[in-house]
Protein backbone atom coordinates (compact mmCIF):
# COMPACT_ATOMS: atom_id res chain seq x y z
CA UNK A 1 0.00 0.00 0.00
CA UNK A 2 2.81 2.49 0.51
CA UNK A 3 4.27 1.95 -2.58
CA UNK A 4 0.92 2.53 -4.18
CA UNK A 5 0.42 5.70 -2.35
CA UNK A 6 4.06 6.91 -3.37
CA UNK A 7 3.15 6.35 -6.87
CA UNK A 8 -0.27 8.35 -7.04
CA UNK A 9 2.04 11.32 -4.78
CA UNK A 10 4.39 11.22 -7.90
CA UNK A 11 1.98 11.09 -10.55
CA UNK A 12 -0.27 14.03 -8.81
CA UNK A 13 3.28 16.37 -8.87
CA UNK A 14 3.64 15.61 -12.80
CA UNK A 15 0.56 16.94 -13.22
CA UNK A 16 0.69 20.04 -11.49
CA UNK A 17 4.20 20.19 -13.24
CA UNK A 18 2.68 20.13 -16.59
CA UNK A 19 0.33 22.54 -16.24
CA UNK A 20 2.87 24.83 -14.52
CA UNK A 21 4.81 24.40 -17.86
CA UNK A 22 1.81 25.21 -19.91
CA UNK A 23 0.56 27.73 -18.07
CA UNK A 24 2.55 30.70 -19.36
CA UNK A 25 3.73 30.04 -22.88
CA UNK A 26 6.78 32.17 -24.04
CA UNK A 27 6.33 34.84 -26.70
CA UNK A 28 6.31 34.20 -30.11
CA UNK A 29 9.42 34.39 -32.21
CA UNK A 30 8.26 37.38 -33.96
CA UNK A 31 6.74 38.95 -31.22
CA UNK A 32 10.60 39.06 -30.04
CA UNK A 33 12.22 42.79 -29.96
CA UNK A 34 15.32 43.19 -31.71
CA UNK A 35 17.34 46.25 -31.01
CA UNK A 36 20.06 47.08 -33.55
CA UNK A 37 23.03 46.53 -31.17
CA UNK A 38 21.89 42.44 -31.56
CA UNK A 39 22.23 42.42 -35.40
CA UNK A 40 25.52 40.90 -36.34
CA UNK A 41 26.37 42.44 -40.05
CA UNK A 42 30.11 41.80 -40.46
CA UNK A 43 33.48 39.83 -38.80
CA UNK A 44 33.47 39.59 -35.18
CA UNK A 45 37.12 40.10 -35.70
CA UNK A 46 37.76 43.65 -35.75
CA UNK A 47 40.03 45.32 -39.21
CA UNK A 48 42.85 46.71 -36.75
CA UNK A 49 43.43 45.66 -33.10
CA UNK A 50 45.08 47.80 -30.76
CA UNK A 51 45.85 46.93 -27.73
CA UNK A 52 45.52 49.09 -24.48
CA UNK A 53 49.24 49.34 -23.03
CA UNK A 54 48.59 51.41 -20.50
CA UNK A 55 50.36 49.02 -18.15
CA UNK A 56 52.88 48.51 -20.60
CA UNK A 57 56.70 49.47 -19.48
CA UNK A 58 57.55 49.61 -23.54
CA UNK A 59 56.19 50.88 -26.79
CA UNK A 60 55.66 48.54 -29.52
CA UNK A 61 55.76 50.05 -33.25
CA UNK A 62 55.53 47.53 -36.61
CA UNK A 63 56.54 49.41 -39.45
CA UNK A 64 57.40 48.91 -43.21
CA UNK A 65 61.17 50.43 -43.91
CA UNK A 66 61.16 51.49 -46.92
CA UNK A 67 65.04 50.45 -49.17
CA UNK A 68 66.36 52.11 -51.86
CA UNK A 69 64.76 50.21 -54.38
CA UNK A 70 61.40 50.59 -53.17
CA UNK A 71 60.97 47.38 -51.57
CA UNK A 72 59.45 47.94 -47.65
CA UNK A 73 61.17 45.59 -44.94
CA UNK A 74 59.20 44.14 -41.79
CA UNK A 75 60.15 45.55 -38.32
CA UNK A 76 59.61 45.28 -35.04
CA UNK A 77 60.75 48.10 -32.57
CA UNK A 78 60.27 48.06 -28.64
CA UNK A 79 61.02 50.96 -26.83
CA UNK A 80 61.13 51.31 -23.47
CA UNK A 81 57.92 54.01 -22.38
CA UNK A 82 59.96 57.49 -21.08
CA UNK A 83 62.84 56.83 -23.29
CA UNK A 84 64.93 59.27 -24.53
CA UNK A 85 68.23 59.41 -26.19
CA UNK A 86 68.83 55.57 -25.62
CA UNK A 87 70.90 53.16 -28.06
CA UNK A 88 69.33 51.00 -30.40
CA UNK A 89 70.37 47.04 -31.07
CA UNK A 90 69.82 45.90 -34.66
CA UNK A 91 69.30 42.18 -35.82
CA UNK A 92 68.54 40.91 -39.15
CA UNK A 93 66.42 37.87 -39.38
CA UNK A 94 64.89 35.34 -41.65
CA UNK A 95 63.79 33.51 -39.00
CA UNK A 96 60.68 36.09 -38.15
CA UNK A 97 61.06 39.35 -36.14
CA UNK A 98 57.86 38.90 -34.45
CA UNK A 99 58.82 35.59 -33.12
CA UNK A 100 61.45 37.33 -30.91
CA UNK A 101 59.12 38.52 -29.01
CA UNK A 102 57.66 35.45 -26.81
CA UNK A 103 54.91 36.61 -24.54
CA UNK A 104 52.31 39.14 -24.36
CA UNK A 105 53.53 40.27 -21.19
CA UNK A 106 53.78 43.96 -20.01
CA UNK A 107 57.14 44.24 -19.15
CA UNK A 108 59.81 44.61 -21.82
CA UNK A 109 62.30 42.00 -20.65
CA UNK A 110 59.70 39.21 -19.75
CA UNK A 111 58.15 39.57 -23.49
CA UNK A 112 61.53 39.60 -25.30
CA UNK A 113 63.11 35.98 -25.87
CA UNK A 114 66.00 35.24 -23.80
CA UNK A 115 68.91 35.92 -25.98
CA UNK A 116 67.74 39.76 -25.83
CA UNK A 117 66.28 39.71 -21.96
CA UNK A 118 69.62 41.12 -20.73
CA UNK A 119 69.88 43.59 -23.32
CA UNK A 120 66.19 44.91 -22.47
CA UNK A 121 67.32 45.14 -18.71
CA UNK A 122 69.82 47.05 -20.04
CA UNK A 123 68.14 50.01 -21.31
CA UNK A 124 68.25 49.38 -24.72
CA UNK A 125 65.60 49.51 -27.70
CA UNK A 126 65.38 46.50 -29.52
CA UNK A 127 65.17 46.60 -33.43
CA UNK A 128 64.08 43.31 -35.25
CA UNK A 129 63.77 42.60 -39.47
CA UNK A 130 62.90 40.31 -41.37
CA UNK A 131 65.12 40.44 -44.36
CA UNK A 132 63.73 40.40 -48.17
CA UNK A 133 61.24 38.16 -49.10
CA UNK A 134 60.76 36.25 -45.56
CA UNK A 135 57.80 36.48 -43.30
CA UNK A 136 56.31 39.92 -43.47
CA UNK A 137 58.93 41.72 -46.12
CA UNK A 138 58.72 42.18 -49.38
CA UNK A 139 61.17 41.42 -51.91
CA UNK A 140 62.51 38.31 -53.34
CA UNK A 141 64.24 35.72 -51.02
CA UNK A 142 67.48 34.79 -51.83
CA UNK A 143 69.90 32.33 -49.78
CA UNK A 144 72.09 34.16 -48.44
CA UNK A 145 72.42 36.63 -50.87
CA UNK A 146 75.68 37.37 -52.75
CA UNK A 147 77.11 41.19 -52.54
CA UNK A 148 76.74 43.34 -55.23
CA UNK A 149 78.89 42.20 -57.91
CA UNK A 150 79.41 39.01 -60.30
CA UNK A 151 76.81 36.81 -58.39
CA UNK A 152 74.15 39.61 -57.68
CA UNK A 153 73.32 41.83 -60.66
CA UNK A 154 71.05 43.46 -58.55
CA UNK A 155 71.71 46.71 -57.21
CA UNK A 156 70.62 45.59 -53.73
CA UNK A 157 71.76 42.93 -50.92
CA UNK A 158 72.11 42.81 -47.27
CA UNK A 159 74.58 45.60 -46.69
CA UNK A 160 72.75 48.28 -48.68
CA UNK A 161 69.69 47.11 -46.47
CA UNK A 162 71.32 47.41 -43.63
CA UNK A 163 72.38 51.21 -44.41
CA UNK A 164 69.06 51.92 -45.23
CA UNK A 165 67.36 50.39 -42.23
CA UNK A 166 69.72 51.70 -39.68
CA UNK A 167 69.66 55.33 -41.96
CA UNK A 168 65.56 55.14 -41.65
CA UNK A 169 65.84 54.34 -37.64
CA UNK A 170 68.12 57.23 -37.02
CA UNK A 171 65.80 59.71 -38.46
CA UNK A 172 62.70 57.91 -37.07
CA UNK A 173 63.27 57.01 -33.77
CA UNK A 174 63.17 59.70 -32.12
CA UNK A 175 63.78 58.38 -28.48
CA UNK A 176 67.24 56.99 -29.61
CA UNK A 177 70.79 58.80 -29.22
CA UNK A 178 71.24 58.36 -33.08
CA UNK A 179 73.81 55.24 -32.03
CA UNK A 180 73.29 51.34 -33.75
CA UNK A 181 74.34 48.37 -32.33
CA UNK A 182 74.16 44.97 -34.99
CA UNK A 183 73.93 41.48 -33.19
CA UNK A 184 73.11 37.91 -34.15
CA UNK A 185 73.71 34.81 -35.01
CA UNK A 186 74.26 32.21 -37.26
CA UNK A 187 72.38 33.28 -40.56
CA UNK A 188 71.84 36.87 -38.36
CA UNK A 189 75.22 36.61 -37.93
CA UNK A 190 76.16 36.46 -41.49
CA UNK A 191 73.74 39.89 -41.65
CA UNK A 192 76.06 41.52 -39.78
CA UNK A 193 79.14 40.64 -41.53
CA UNK A 194 77.14 41.66 -44.81
CA UNK A 195 77.08 44.71 -42.96
CA UNK A 196 80.42 45.78 -42.34
CA UNK A 197 81.15 46.02 -45.70
CA UNK A 198 80.06 49.21 -46.64
CA UNK A 199 78.48 50.25 -42.60
CA UNK A 200 76.25 52.88 -42.19
CA UNK A 201 78.19 56.16 -40.17
CA UNK A 202 75.08 55.38 -37.19
CA UNK A 203 76.84 51.92 -37.28
CA UNK A 204 79.02 51.89 -34.11
CA UNK A 205 79.67 48.58 -33.03
CA UNK A 206 78.73 44.96 -33.76
CA UNK A 207 78.95 41.29 -32.14
CA UNK A 208 78.31 38.59 -35.32
CA UNK A 209 77.41 35.15 -33.62
CA UNK A 210 78.70 32.24 -35.03
CA UNK A 211 78.74 33.44 -38.51
CA UNK A 212 78.03 32.09 -41.79
CA UNK A 213 81.11 33.09 -43.78
CA UNK A 214 82.37 30.36 -45.71
CA UNK A 215 79.36 27.39 -46.39
CA UNK A 216 81.66 25.16 -48.74
CA UNK A 217 85.06 25.42 -46.71
CA UNK A 218 83.99 24.60 -43.18
CA UNK A 219 80.37 26.54 -42.04
CA UNK A 220 76.60 25.03 -42.79
CA UNK A 221 76.96 23.01 -46.74
CA UNK A 222 80.65 21.31 -46.62
CA UNK A 223 83.68 21.03 -44.80
CA UNK A 224 86.30 20.55 -46.64
CA UNK A 225 83.93 19.50 -49.60
CA UNK A 226 81.93 16.94 -48.10
CA UNK A 227 78.41 17.81 -47.83
CA UNK A 228 76.61 18.38 -44.95
CA UNK A 229 73.45 16.32 -45.71
CA UNK A 230 71.25 16.26 -42.88
CA UNK A 231 71.25 20.19 -43.74
CA UNK A 232 69.05 19.56 -46.38
CA UNK A 233 65.82 19.98 -44.13
CA UNK A 234 66.70 23.60 -43.65
CA UNK A 235 66.21 24.09 -47.37
CA UNK A 236 62.73 23.01 -47.33
CA UNK A 237 62.47 25.38 -44.28
CA UNK A 238 63.66 28.62 -45.53
CA UNK A 239 62.54 28.05 -49.34
CA UNK A 240 58.92 26.33 -49.61
CA UNK A 241 57.32 29.47 -48.12
CA UNK A 242 57.76 33.28 -47.29
CA UNK A 243 56.81 31.67 -43.56
CA UNK A 244 57.65 28.59 -41.93
CA UNK A 245 58.05 25.68 -44.14
CA UNK A 246 58.40 22.32 -42.47
CA UNK A 247 60.99 19.00 -42.65
CA UNK A 248 61.76 16.70 -45.38
CA UNK A 249 59.66 14.11 -44.40
CA UNK A 250 60.95 10.41 -43.26
CA UNK A 251 59.77 6.78 -44.20
CA UNK A 252 61.92 6.07 -40.78
CA UNK A 253 62.47 7.15 -37.58
CA UNK A 254 66.17 6.54 -37.94
CA UNK A 255 67.53 8.90 -40.38
CA UNK A 256 70.56 7.01 -40.80
CA UNK A 257 68.24 4.32 -42.58
CA UNK A 258 66.49 7.15 -43.97
CA UNK A 259 69.74 8.19 -45.62
CA UNK A 260 71.33 5.05 -46.77
CA UNK A 261 68.29 3.71 -48.18
CA UNK A 262 67.97 6.84 -50.55
CA UNK A 263 71.65 6.14 -52.12
CA UNK A 264 73.39 9.86 -53.03
CA UNK A 265 71.87 12.85 -51.36
CA UNK A 266 71.00 13.94 -54.83
CA UNK A 267 68.73 11.30 -55.38
CA UNK A 268 67.36 12.00 -51.71
CA UNK A 269 66.48 15.68 -52.68
CA UNK A 270 65.24 14.57 -56.23
CA UNK A 271 62.91 12.05 -54.47
CA UNK A 272 61.51 15.24 -52.57
CA UNK A 273 60.96 17.72 -54.98
CA UNK A 274 64.41 20.19 -54.72
CA UNK A 275 64.23 20.55 -58.44
CA UNK A 276 61.64 23.40 -57.67
CA UNK A 277 64.10 25.27 -55.24
CA UNK A 278 66.43 27.14 -57.79
CA UNK A 279 69.27 27.69 -54.69
CA UNK A 280 69.14 24.13 -54.96
CA UNK A 281 69.72 23.88 -58.52
CA UNK A 282 72.47 26.34 -58.21
CA UNK A 283 74.08 24.74 -54.68
CA UNK A 284 74.34 21.40 -56.68
CA UNK A 285 75.61 22.40 -60.23
CA UNK A 286 78.94 23.08 -57.87
CA UNK A 287 79.99 20.76 -55.81
CA UNK A 288 83.60 21.83 -56.20
CA UNK A 289 85.15 25.49 -54.36
CA UNK A 290 84.82 27.51 -57.41
CA UNK A 291 83.48 30.99 -58.09
CA UNK A 292 80.26 30.21 -57.01
CA UNK A 293 81.50 29.62 -53.42
CA UNK A 294 84.32 32.05 -53.45
CA UNK A 295 83.07 34.92 -54.79
CA UNK A 296 80.50 35.05 -51.75
CA UNK A 297 83.05 33.71 -48.88
CA UNK A 298 83.04 36.62 -46.39
CA UNK A 299 86.11 36.25 -45.07
CA UNK A 300 87.69 36.72 -48.59
CA UNK A 301 85.59 39.99 -48.81
CA UNK A 302 85.78 41.47 -45.59
CA UNK A 303 89.52 42.35 -45.74
CA UNK A 304 88.82 43.71 -49.29
CA UNK A 305 86.56 46.34 -47.97
CA UNK A 306 87.52 46.71 -44.25
CA UNK A 307 85.39 48.66 -41.97
CA UNK A 308 86.46 50.64 -38.60
CA UNK A 309 83.47 49.35 -36.84
CA UNK A 310 84.96 47.92 -33.36
CA UNK A 311 83.60 44.28 -33.99
CA UNK A 312 83.27 41.01 -31.77
CA UNK A 313 83.60 38.05 -33.44
CA UNK A 314 82.02 35.20 -31.30
CA UNK A 315 81.47 31.53 -31.84
CA UNK A 316 81.83 27.78 -29.69
CA UNK A 317 84.14 25.63 -29.31
CA UNK A 318 82.01 22.95 -30.00
CA UNK A 319 79.90 24.61 -32.36
CA UNK A 320 77.96 21.87 -34.28
CA UNK A 321 77.22 24.17 -37.15
CA UNK A 322 79.22 27.06 -37.84
CA UNK A 323 82.37 26.38 -36.43
CA UNK A 324 84.55 28.12 -39.15
CA UNK A 325 83.42 31.05 -39.78
CA UNK A 326 84.34 33.40 -36.92
CA UNK A 327 87.36 32.80 -36.57
CA UNK A 328 88.19 32.99 -39.69
CA UNK A 329 86.65 35.91 -40.59
CA UNK A 330 88.73 37.57 -37.30
CA UNK A 331 92.41 35.94 -39.09
CA UNK A 332 91.50 37.38 -42.28
CA UNK A 333 91.15 40.69 -40.64
CA UNK A 334 94.34 40.16 -38.66
CA UNK A 335 96.69 39.57 -41.81
CA UNK A 336 95.36 42.35 -43.97
CA UNK A 337 96.58 44.38 -40.53
CA UNK A 338 92.86 45.18 -38.82
CA UNK A 339 94.00 43.90 -35.31
CA UNK A 340 92.87 47.32 -33.65
CA UNK A 341 89.48 46.41 -34.02
CA UNK A 342 88.21 43.04 -34.16
CA UNK A 343 88.30 40.56 -31.18
CA UNK A 344 87.79 36.91 -31.14
CA UNK A 345 85.57 35.41 -28.60
CA UNK A 346 85.17 31.31 -28.13
CA UNK A 347 83.30 30.09 -25.61
CA UNK A 348 82.27 26.41 -23.94
CA UNK A 349 78.99 26.59 -26.23
CA UNK A 350 77.08 24.78 -28.40
CA UNK A 351 76.11 26.63 -31.68
CA UNK A 352 74.11 29.71 -30.70
CA UNK A 353 74.28 28.96 -27.06
CA UNK A 354 75.70 32.58 -26.10
CA UNK A 355 71.89 33.34 -26.67
CA UNK A 356 70.31 30.95 -24.27
CA UNK A 357 71.81 29.75 -20.39
CA UNK A 358 75.18 28.95 -20.40
CA UNK A 359 75.81 26.71 -17.54
CA UNK A 360 76.86 22.96 -19.14
CA UNK A 361 77.58 21.91 -22.65
CA UNK A 362 76.52 17.71 -22.50
CA UNK A 363 78.19 16.05 -19.93
CA UNK A 364 80.75 19.26 -19.24
CA UNK A 365 79.62 21.35 -16.26
CA UNK A 366 80.53 24.98 -15.84
CA UNK A 367 81.06 27.17 -12.29
CA UNK A 368 78.36 29.50 -13.26
CA UNK A 369 75.84 30.35 -16.53
CA UNK A 370 78.90 31.39 -18.70
CA UNK A 371 76.30 32.73 -21.32
CA UNK A 372 74.57 35.22 -18.89
CA UNK A 373 78.14 36.49 -17.46
CA UNK A 374 79.68 37.09 -20.31
CA UNK A 375 76.67 38.71 -22.00
CA UNK A 376 76.76 41.16 -18.24
CA UNK A 377 80.12 41.26 -18.16
CA UNK A 378 81.86 41.48 -20.83
CA UNK A 379 79.15 42.02 -24.15
CA UNK A 380 77.13 44.54 -23.15
CA UNK A 381 79.80 46.62 -21.25
CA UNK A 382 81.35 46.82 -23.99
CA UNK A 383 78.85 48.12 -26.26
CA UNK A 384 77.82 50.84 -23.59
CA UNK A 385 81.20 51.80 -24.34
CA UNK A 386 80.66 52.52 -27.93
CA UNK A 387 77.18 53.47 -28.03
CA UNK A 388 76.74 55.81 -24.98
CA UNK A 389 80.49 56.41 -24.06
CA UNK A 390 80.82 54.62 -20.69
CA UNK A 391 84.31 53.58 -19.69
CA UNK A 392 85.16 49.95 -19.47
CA UNK A 393 86.31 48.88 -16.34
CA UNK A 394 89.14 47.25 -18.58
CA UNK A 395 89.98 47.21 -22.64
CA UNK A 396 88.38 44.00 -24.36
CA UNK A 397 91.66 41.78 -25.04
CA UNK A 398 92.72 40.75 -28.44
CA UNK A 399 91.03 37.47 -27.87
CA UNK A 400 89.40 35.58 -24.89
CA UNK A 401 89.16 31.83 -25.07
CA UNK A 402 87.73 29.59 -22.64
CA UNK A 403 89.81 27.19 -21.06
CA UNK A 404 87.39 23.83 -20.13
CA UNK A 405 89.52 22.20 -17.99
CA UNK A 406 90.27 25.32 -15.78
CA UNK A 407 86.74 26.25 -16.11
CA UNK A 408 87.95 29.62 -16.67
CA UNK A 409 88.25 32.53 -19.25
CA UNK A 410 91.76 33.21 -20.82
CA UNK A 411 92.88 36.47 -21.96
CA UNK A 412 95.46 36.93 -24.86
CA UNK A 413 96.83 40.16 -25.58
CA UNK A 414 98.38 38.94 -28.99
CA UNK A 415 96.61 35.66 -29.91
CA UNK A 416 98.48 34.10 -33.01
CA UNK A 417 96.32 33.34 -36.21
CA UNK A 418 96.70 29.90 -37.71
CA UNK A 419 99.90 29.69 -40.00
CA UNK A 420 102.06 32.04 -36.93
CA UNK A 421 101.81 29.17 -34.90
CA UNK A 422 104.80 26.95 -34.17
CA UNK A 423 103.53 23.30 -34.18
CA UNK A 424 104.67 20.41 -32.71
CA UNK A 425 103.60 16.67 -34.47
CA UNK A 426 102.42 13.93 -32.75
CA UNK A 427 103.16 10.97 -34.32
CA UNK A 428 100.63 7.78 -34.89
CA UNK A 429 103.11 4.87 -34.09
CA UNK A 430 103.27 1.01 -34.40
CA UNK A 431 101.07 -0.95 -32.51
CA UNK A 432 98.36 2.29 -32.11
CA UNK A 433 100.50 4.14 -30.10
CA UNK A 434 100.92 8.13 -30.36
CA UNK A 435 103.55 9.90 -29.05
CA UNK A 436 105.72 13.34 -29.85
CA UNK A 437 108.56 10.51 -31.36
CA UNK A 438 108.73 10.11 -34.68
CA UNK A 439 107.62 6.49 -35.57
CA UNK A 440 109.52 4.11 -36.55
CA UNK A 441 107.78 2.54 -39.71
CA UNK A 442 104.72 0.77 -40.80
CA UNK A 443 101.08 1.42 -41.79
CA UNK A 444 97.75 0.44 -40.20
CA UNK A 445 94.76 -0.87 -42.58
CA UNK A 446 90.78 -0.92 -42.37
CA UNK A 447 87.88 -1.50 -44.96
CA UNK A 448 86.08 1.31 -45.70
CA UNK A 449 82.13 0.13 -46.86
CA UNK A 450 79.86 2.71 -47.95
CA UNK A 451 77.33 0.52 -47.20
CA UNK A 452 77.76 0.22 -43.18
CA UNK A 453 79.09 3.88 -42.78
CA UNK A 454 80.28 5.23 -39.17
CA UNK A 455 77.55 7.08 -37.47
CA UNK A 456 78.42 10.43 -35.80
CA UNK A 457 76.16 9.25 -33.10
CA UNK A 458 74.63 5.86 -31.72
CA UNK A 459 71.44 5.29 -33.41
CA UNK A 460 68.83 6.02 -33.97
CA UNK A 461 69.70 9.08 -35.47
CA UNK A 462 66.74 12.05 -35.89
CA UNK A 463 68.46 15.33 -37.20
CA UNK A 464 65.37 17.34 -35.18
CA UNK A 465 66.50 15.86 -32.08
CA UNK A 466 67.33 19.13 -31.18
CA UNK A 467 69.01 17.86 -27.62
CA UNK A 468 71.33 14.99 -29.47
CA UNK A 469 72.19 17.97 -32.11
CA UNK A 470 73.58 20.28 -30.14
CA UNK A 471 75.54 18.13 -27.93
CA UNK A 472 76.91 15.95 -30.84
CA UNK A 473 80.61 17.29 -30.59
CA UNK A 474 81.25 16.23 -27.11
CA UNK A 475 79.36 12.93 -27.19
CA UNK A 476 81.63 10.00 -25.87
CA UNK A 477 83.62 8.30 -29.05
CA UNK A 478 83.32 4.76 -27.08
CA UNK A 479 80.82 3.57 -29.30
CA UNK A 480 83.21 4.20 -32.58
CA UNK A 481 86.42 3.06 -31.00
CA UNK A 482 85.43 -0.64 -30.98
CA UNK A 483 84.51 -0.98 -34.91
CA UNK A 484 86.69 -2.47 -37.05
CA UNK A 485 86.68 0.61 -39.82
CA UNK A 486 88.00 3.45 -37.15
CA UNK A 487 91.63 3.45 -35.86
CA UNK A 488 91.94 4.73 -32.38
CA UNK A 489 95.61 6.02 -31.50
CA UNK A 490 96.39 6.72 -27.79
CA UNK A 491 99.31 7.57 -26.26
CA UNK A 492 100.38 6.02 -22.10
CA UNK A 493 98.87 8.06 -19.33
CA UNK A 494 99.86 11.39 -19.83
CA UNK A 495 102.31 12.50 -16.31
CA UNK A 496 102.34 16.02 -17.36
CA UNK A 497 100.07 18.52 -18.85
CA UNK A 498 100.19 18.80 -22.40
CA UNK A 499 98.29 22.07 -23.47
CA UNK A 500 97.17 22.91 -27.00
CA UNK A 501 96.35 26.56 -27.70
CA UNK A 502 95.28 27.39 -31.73
CA UNK A 503 94.64 24.88 -34.35
CA UNK A 504 95.68 21.58 -34.62
CA UNK A 505 96.28 20.51 -38.60
CA UNK A 506 95.81 17.02 -39.27
CA UNK A 507 98.72 15.60 -41.22
CA UNK A 508 97.73 12.42 -42.75
CA UNK A 509 99.41 10.34 -45.09
CA UNK A 510 97.23 7.35 -46.73
CA UNK A 511 96.94 5.02 -49.67
CA UNK A 512 93.54 3.74 -50.56
CA UNK A 513 92.31 0.69 -53.02
CA UNK A 514 89.82 3.27 -54.64
CA UNK A 515 89.82 6.31 -56.73
CA UNK A 516 88.38 8.54 -53.86
CA UNK A 517 87.38 8.92 -50.79
CA UNK A 518 87.22 10.82 -47.35
CA UNK A 519 89.34 11.21 -43.69
CA UNK A 520 88.12 12.08 -40.79
CA UNK A 521 90.28 12.74 -37.54
CA UNK A 522 89.31 13.29 -34.41
CA UNK A 523 91.59 14.75 -31.59
CA UNK A 524 89.76 13.44 -28.22
CA UNK A 525 90.73 13.21 -24.57
CA UNK A 526 90.45 9.80 -22.59
CA UNK A 527 89.53 10.18 -19.21
CA UNK A 528 91.03 8.22 -16.27
CA UNK A 529 89.07 4.53 -15.85
CA UNK A 530 87.29 5.96 -12.63
CA UNK A 531 86.17 9.23 -11.40
CA UNK A 532 84.93 9.10 -7.95
CA UNK A 533 83.43 12.68 -8.08
CA UNK A 534 81.32 12.04 -11.62
CA UNK A 535 81.46 8.17 -12.17
CA UNK A 536 79.61 8.38 -15.87
CA UNK A 537 82.72 10.25 -16.71
CA UNK A 538 85.15 7.33 -16.22
CA UNK A 539 87.06 6.57 -19.29
CA UNK A 540 85.08 9.26 -21.39
CA UNK A 541 86.61 9.51 -24.68
CA UNK A 542 86.03 13.65 -25.35
CA UNK A 543 86.21 15.11 -29.14
CA UNK A 544 88.45 18.38 -28.71
CA UNK A 545 88.59 19.24 -32.32
CA UNK A 546 87.62 17.13 -35.18
CA UNK A 547 86.66 17.38 -38.94
CA UNK A 548 86.66 15.57 -42.33
CA UNK A 549 88.43 16.27 -45.54
CA UNK A 550 87.19 15.06 -48.60
CA UNK A 551 90.23 13.14 -50.69
CA UNK A 552 89.52 14.35 -54.18
CA UNK A 553 90.31 17.98 -52.60
CA UNK A 554 93.84 17.36 -51.44
CA UNK A 555 95.67 19.43 -54.13
CA UNK A 556 92.95 22.17 -54.80
CA UNK A 557 89.46 22.65 -53.39
CA UNK A 558 88.49 23.94 -56.61
CA UNK A 559 89.57 21.21 -59.25
CA UNK A 560 89.07 17.86 -57.61
CA UNK A 561 91.26 14.93 -59.31
CA UNK A 562 91.04 11.27 -58.53
CA UNK A 563 93.08 9.58 -55.96
CA UNK A 564 95.67 7.35 -57.39
CA UNK A 565 94.60 3.99 -56.34
CA UNK A 566 97.27 2.07 -53.94
CA UNK A 567 99.58 5.08 -54.02
CA UNK A 568 100.13 7.23 -50.81
CA UNK A 569 99.26 10.58 -50.94
CA UNK A 570 99.59 13.49 -48.36
CA UNK A 571 95.94 15.04 -46.70
CA UNK A 572 96.70 17.92 -44.81
CA UNK A 573 93.61 19.90 -42.83
CA UNK A 574 93.05 22.42 -40.17
CA UNK A 575 90.92 21.21 -37.17
CA UNK A 576 88.76 23.53 -35.36
CA UNK A 577 90.57 26.41 -32.85
CA UNK A 578 91.16 24.82 -29.28
CA UNK A 579 92.82 26.13 -26.09
CA UNK A 580 92.59 22.78 -24.10
CA UNK A 581 94.69 20.86 -21.70
CA UNK A 582 95.44 17.40 -21.39
CA UNK A 583 96.07 16.89 -17.88
CA UNK A 584 98.63 14.50 -16.36
CA UNK A 585 96.57 10.80 -15.72
CA UNK A 586 94.79 11.81 -19.02
CA UNK A 587 95.77 10.00 -22.31
CA UNK A 588 95.31 11.90 -26.11
CA UNK A 589 93.57 9.75 -28.55
CA UNK A 590 93.37 10.30 -32.37
CA UNK A 591 90.70 8.27 -34.17
CA UNK A 592 90.52 8.00 -37.97
CA UNK A 593 87.94 6.93 -40.31
CA UNK A 594 86.39 7.79 -43.61
CA UNK A 595 82.65 8.36 -42.97
CA UNK A 596 80.62 10.46 -40.44
CA UNK A 597 76.80 9.66 -41.40
CA UNK A 598 74.33 10.70 -42.16
CA UNK A 599 76.07 13.55 -40.91
CA UNK A 600 77.87 13.74 -43.75
CA UNK A 601 77.22 12.18 -47.30
CA UNK A 602 79.05 9.11 -48.48
CA UNK A 603 81.90 9.43 -51.10
CA UNK A 604 81.39 5.97 -53.40
CA UNK A 605 85.16 6.16 -53.32
CA UNK A 606 85.42 5.43 -56.87
CA UNK A 607 85.78 9.01 -59.24
CA UNK A 608 82.81 10.63 -60.17
CA UNK A 609 82.52 14.06 -61.48
CA UNK A 610 79.84 15.35 -58.84
CA UNK A 611 79.38 12.90 -55.63
CA UNK A 612 75.69 14.40 -55.22
CA UNK A 613 74.66 12.09 -58.00
CA UNK A 614 76.37 9.26 -57.49
CA UNK A 615 74.71 5.99 -58.61
CA UNK A 616 74.27 2.88 -56.63
CA UNK A 617 77.25 1.22 -58.68
CA UNK A 618 79.73 3.86 -57.76
CA UNK A 619 79.42 2.70 -53.85
CA UNK A 620 82.25 0.46 -53.47
CA UNK A 621 84.18 -0.92 -50.67
CA UNK A 622 87.86 0.35 -50.77
CA UNK A 623 91.22 -0.92 -48.05
CA UNK A 624 92.39 2.22 -46.86
CA UNK A 625 96.15 2.00 -45.19
CA UNK A 626 96.90 4.73 -42.61
CA UNK A 627 100.92 5.60 -43.05
CA UNK A 628 103.59 6.12 -40.39
CA UNK A 629 107.15 5.08 -41.82
CA UNK A 630 109.06 6.36 -44.26
CA UNK A 631 106.02 6.65 -47.33
CA UNK A 632 104.53 9.11 -44.53
CA UNK A 633 104.61 9.96 -40.85
CA UNK A 634 101.28 10.55 -40.21
CA UNK A 635 100.56 13.20 -37.19
CA UNK A 636 98.28 15.92 -35.83
CA UNK A 637 100.45 19.12 -35.26
CA UNK A 638 100.11 20.50 -32.11
CA UNK A 639 100.80 24.36 -31.17
CA UNK A 640 101.39 23.82 -27.81
CA UNK A 641 101.89 25.84 -25.10
CA UNK A 642 105.79 26.34 -24.24
CA UNK A 643 106.67 24.32 -21.16
CA UNK A 644 103.67 21.90 -21.46
CA UNK A 645 105.00 19.67 -25.07
CA UNK A 646 105.65 16.32 -23.53
CA UNK A 647 102.76 14.10 -21.94
CA UNK A 648 104.42 10.43 -21.46
Not at 58 to 83: E, F, N, S
Not at 217 to 229: N, T, V
Not at 541 to 565: C, H, M, N, Q, T
Request: hydrophobic letters at 40%; a negative charge; one cysteine or more.
Amino acid sequence: MKTAALRSLLFSLACMLSVAAFAAPPARQDALKVTPDMIQTGSDIPAHWKEPEGNFDYIRRDVMIPMRDGVKLHTVILIPKGAHGLPMLLERTPYNADSFITSNSPYMADAVWSGDQDWANAGYILVWQDIRGKYGSQGKYVMTRPPMGPLNPTKTDDTTDAWDTIAWLVKNVPQSNGKVGMIGSSYDGWTVAMALLHPNPALKVAAPESPMIDGWMGDDWYHYGALRQINLDYFTEQMTAQGSGKDVPRDNYDDYTNFLEAGSAGTYADAHGFEQLPWWNRFAAHPAYDAFWQLQALDKLLPQHPSEVPTMWLQGLWDQEDIYGAVHAWEALVKAGHRANNHLVIGPWWHSQINRAGWYLGPLKWPGNTTAEFRQQVLIPWFNHYLRGTPLARPLPDAMIYNPVQKRWDSFPDWKVAGAQQLTPLYLQAHMGLAFQQPGGGGDSYVSDPAKPVPYLPRPIQANDEARWRTWLVHDQRFAADRLDVLSYTTPVLTRTVWVQGAPIADIFAKTTGTDGDFVVKLIDVYPGTDPTDPTMGGYELPVSLDIFRGRYRKSFSDPAPIPANVVQEYRFRLPTVNYEFKPGHRIMVQIQSTLFPLYDRNPQTWVPNILFAEPADYRKTTVTIEHGPDGRSAVLLPLVAGADSGG
